[in-house]
């Protein structure tokens, strides 16, 4: 049975959700450090504006009429099943539990990264791979008691993420700080707009993650569509508003580097700033690692219940957490920890972008073959405008592929591993298939 009947106290509320679908996407303002560094603060505010209305509207779009009209648990392998039929459905789960193997593995790092910061025995020895399996089973456990505690933990783990942003803002503002006269640490460089669009993309990534836990979201129709347009807001302001600040100070781009938000708090405010932010750093890794726990894991209970995978993954508790799945990922991902993986660019715009493109033709598809599905809410222009929402986004991918098309993993393509990870999805989804049958 898919649905399991959760006590509507226990789902996903409008909040609880925005802010778990926030730390799937965003995890705050980190990381698009770079994007000021390469490409100077007013470039870089015109990107954070212009990039989500071609890359984020849309999808956030695509997830709010899906999830409303077809609020399954496994979300978007549900849809893509639905419209082009059981082997595309299985690959588009397919690359997306691959891309989480390259995902997932990178925010306990960084959380140990960002904690050897303050206490640098954390990075010594053993205790860097210790700390990091911690976190996965914190986050395991605490996906155990349910996605209501996710979200509503999600609510909490933002405030203490985005408050010392938010006081970077206003304390910036409010003294008049100027820094135009500070040395320069590293010469601003010539606007890189192709990079730029790089950066913005990879920081507003992740919408249809949201659409998993659909089966655990109490009035999905209606809360959907919601969330999404609150996540955007939320995500764009939280990324403009310290830049803008920080730029009122005259601090040169130079300063700007990857993780550098608590130099530039300690620079801007004071010492004491930078190490709230260094604190708010390892909440923003921990945050997305335990909603995105929660969005992954549904993947492989869906296949399970259509007998995809192993039916172990079908198991849950009295709560109707699927605990089996969940613990699976859990320990997936502690392996990956051993493994020397950086974020990879080449390979998530691959393996993401593939499965957002099935996501878009499924959206397309479904217009087409059940025009009486009940739309709760729905892309405007009709056919024409579902087919013009997928444009932008098909268009970024192509551009974010050939810009970073010689991207190696060591010395292999990363182009040739992503095609081999899509490749093997063609054979496990055969031997998944027959093992099926055989069961049946």
Known sequence: MRRILLGRSRKLTVVSLAAATYFMVSGGPLGIEELVRDCGYKLALVLLVLVPIVWSLPVALMVGELSAAIPAEGGYYVW????????????TAWLSMMASVFDMALYPTLFV???????????QGPNRVLIAATVVLICVLWNLVGAKAVGSGSVVLGILLLSPFLLIALLALMRHVELSTTP?????????????????????MGWDNASTVADEVKEPQR??????????????????VPIVAVQQTHLQPGYWSAGSWADIASIVVGPWLGIAVVLA??????????????????VPLAMAEDGYAPRLFKRRLPNGVPWASIVACGLGWTIALGLSFDRLLMLDILLYGVSLVLEFIAL???????PGLPRPFT?????????????GPTLLLIVALIKNRDEQIGRISALTVAL??????VIVYFIATKMRKVAE
């Open 379 to 391: 892309i405007p222009g009709g056919l024409i405008g579902v087919i013009l929402a997928g444009v």
């Open 223 to 240: 809360t959907y569509p919601l969330v999404m347009i609150i996540a955007l807001a939320a995500i764009v302001l939280s990324y403009i």
């Open 281 to 298: 750093s390892m909440v923003s890794s921990f945050g997305s690692f335990n909603s995105l726990t929660m969005s992954y894991s549904r």
């Open 184 to 204: 320069v640490l590293n010469p601003a460089p010539h606007a890189d707009l192709l990079g730029g669009i790089m950066v913005a993309m990879w920081n507003y």
């Open 113 to 123: 990264l960002y904690l050897g910061r303050i206490w640098p025995l954390a990075l």
């Open 364 to 370: 397309i598809l479904l217009r087409v073959q059940e």
């Open 80 to 91: 893509v099943r639905r419209a082009m039929g059981p082997f595309w459905g299985f690959q």
């Open 420 to 425: 081999t990870i899509m490749a093997a999805g």
